[in-house]
């Protein structure tokens, strides 16, 4: 054991035991108390505490051919048959909003995922551009175009997918919509996939966002088997 | 430099060199391929590509007294005036689903982190009981009742939320629903929030989801500014 092994040991157990000190506090917010808050704090605070994030780029083409990428932490997974996947948008008519545009245009878009390599450009495609800019090209990413698909795909991303407009819900509580594509391509590496039809996101270097704009990389923990009534583990301990 | 290093660093080469031979092959399945696939391996696939998931438990409690608790990988923030969060259920009606009845006879709900130290509690609330039988029990988790709420929280959880539901959104392309909720307690422990509002998921050990069941560790890699068209990074590399 040299001097320095020591010294790290005891930072770690100062360290350790501050933090099992500091944990013990809890922050209790009410609803009124949230409200009070400074803006940007409670927009920080509330759009954490959902938990991790996924991390996509919504590729879409207006009708005049100005192809357009923002980056969407809400996609959210809704039927397999053969998949059916949707996210949230603000309201649209205050403000511009091309990817909602585009996609009533055209009827199609593209959801890419966004990995450790890229993370900093996607972050900058919610940057509020003029129209007739196309964030790839303000943000380092190149779009690709396949099969006749009319959007853009990113390039740069390993697993991509086309998907056809289906239906867009209306949320009244939080004057928010929520756009509904159904896939028609779906792309990713061969061996990132194992035989089960898992594919594994740490493989990719796909990441995670929490609130705006704090990014994770993923590490692989477990897989549970298909949890039975009839088969649970014993979890007295 | 010894041997063990040697070795270590050949074997690190040849992997990375197989991993980037095998990345060139890039899997395309069309819709009408992932429906010929075999079922399983179609859901595994479907339920992965729109990347990493948040892992959280939601209690509710039927006006009889049961206490139930279920995983949802599908919790979306909706909005942050005081904060809105919604989650999809398969249909109702078919078979039972515990949680949207409860909810619909308490109108109340929590949301609750699953944290790496009981993943697989968590994973485990996920199998068919009976309507009266407690998932916390059978899973080893413990029910937590705070401030009079009707509904119970997952004591083990350190950042968990009580909600009242304010709305049902059906989805038709997929037969499902979104139940929506707005925030009325928020807890979490202090530590994990920097000044501006900023929840460090790694902190809380925090995981995420892939697919139906495997399980995902965060490390925090990078927060970015918000994004200016006017203060953009310099991507030309």
Known sequence: MNVSNVVDNEAFQTTKSQNAKRIQ????????AI???????????????????????IGTKS??????????????HLGSTPGYFGFI?????????????????TGVFTINHIHASFAEQGHYTSAKFDADVSEFETCGLSPEFKLDFEAPFVKEST?????????????????????????QHLFFPDSSMNE???IDLEALDDIGISGLNTYYQLKKMASYPFARATELPNFDS
């Not at 009708?63 to 959210?76: D, P, Q």
């Not at 697993?159 to 896939?183: Q, S």
């Open 35 to 57: 409200l009070k808050l400074d803006r940007i704090k409670r927009i920080n605070i509330i759009n954490s505490v959902s938990g991790i994030k996924p991390a996509n780029l």
């Open 196 to 198: 089960d039809g898992m």
């Open 63 to 76: 009708k005049s051919g100005n192809n357009n990428l923002a980056i969407f932490s809400s996609v959210v």
């Open 89 to 105: 948008m603000r309201p649209t008519g205050e403000v511009r909003r091309d990817t909602y545009d585009n996609i009533m245009e």
């Open 159 to 183: 697993l991509k997918m086309a998907l056809k407009h289906v239906e867009t819900v209306p949320i009244k509580a939080t004057n928010t919509i929520m756009v509904i594509g159904e896939i």
């Open 25 to 32: 506090h809890t922050m209790h917010l009410t609803k009124e």
